[in-house]
């Protein structure tokens, strides 16, 4: 009796770990395959797009604060970015993500170099953010980091229309007290500059330049081809970043 009870034990507990080996094992492939397609492999337009607007809004709300402290260690974090992008691309399950992080490099040290010592200029600011522009064209002409130079460019290119934006309805000047005044003053300016965008000129502009944003982010939303997806987001986050901070001036 004692023999069959604990026979019995036995093959109950040999049944309990096996249960709890075979949920560990579906655990840890669920793990993988959600890593996987969230973040290191997307196979949705979905996915790669919500990827670029979250990196596109890194360099606006984490680097910004930073550089402006500290500019000569967010140039010094470059390197840091461009290291993880080296080691996470040198393998297939984390290829996509080291690509991705190679576009928010060029990103990012062009906004540590700009804010950190040239933003009292708008007019150096685009050509400072096109540093990387040469090896993401290269890069992209011999099939090499489409991803991230596609980020790059997404993020660069929003850049330059919301600019233009700017350079058209002659916001310069209070871009240019932003900068200098302290920030007690920071919401008067913003406000006058706001005022100026609220004219018929400033809303046509808005909705010419967003319209023009949409169609491409929508292009290339509808492409097979996980580079496009990052660029479409881009391009959307440039939109949401501009328009959360219109909507700020406008209280």
Same mark, same amino acid.
């Given at each position: ?5 604990? /026979? ?13 080996? =075979? ?14 397609? #969230? ?7 979905w996915?790669g ?12 709300f ?15 974090? $470059? %390197? ?10 040198r ?11 190679? %576009? ?6 062009? &906004? ?26 290269? &890069?992209?002409?011999?099939?090499? &980091? ?5 980020f790059?460019? %997404?993020?660069? /290119? ?12 002659? #916001?310069?000047?209070?871009w ?16 006058? &500059?706001?005022?100026?965008?609220? $004219? ?16 491409? =982010? ?5 492409s ?15 939109l ?12």
């Amino acid at each position: 009796m004692d023999d069959s009870n604990s /026979l019995n034990g036995h093959l109950t507990l040999t049944d309990s770990l096996k249960e709890n080996s =075979a949920f560990a094992a579906f655990a840890t492939k669920q793990t993988a395959i959600f890593g996987k397609t #969230l973040l290191l492999n997307p196979q949705s337009p979905w996915i790669g797009a919500t990827l670029g607007i979250l990196l596109v809004s890194v360099p606006v709300f984490f680097e910004a604060p930073l550089v402006r402290t500290v500019p000569w260690m967010s140039v010094a974090l $470059t %390197g840091l970015w461009l290291w993880g992008s080296v080691r996470l691309s040198r393998h297939p399950q984390t290829e996509f993500f080291g690509d991705l992080l190679l %576009g928010l490099s060029w990103s990012w040290l062009a &906004g540590a170099i700009y804010w950190g010592w040239f933003r009292w200029e708008p007019l150096w600011h685009l050509p400072i953010e096109s540093i990387g522009l040469p090896i993401a064209l290269w &890069g992209l002409h011999r099939g090499w &980091g489409k991803v991230g130079h596609c980020f790059y460019l %997404g993020s660069l /290119l929003g850049t330059a229309i919301t600019d233009l934006y700017f350079y058209r309805l002659n #916001l310069m000047p209070y871009w240019r007290q932003l900068m200098v005044s302290p920030p007690a003053q920071s919401l008067s300016i913003v406000q006058a &500059g706001f005022a100026q965008v609220q $004219t018929r000129e400033g809303a046509v502009t808005a909705i010419v330049a967003a319209s023009g944003l949409l169609i491409l =982010a929508w292009q290339a939303w509808r492409s097979p081809q996980r580079h496009h997806w990052v660029f479409s987001g881009t391009l959307l986050g440039t939109l949401l970043v501009d328009s959360l901070f219109v909507a700020l001036a406008a209280f």
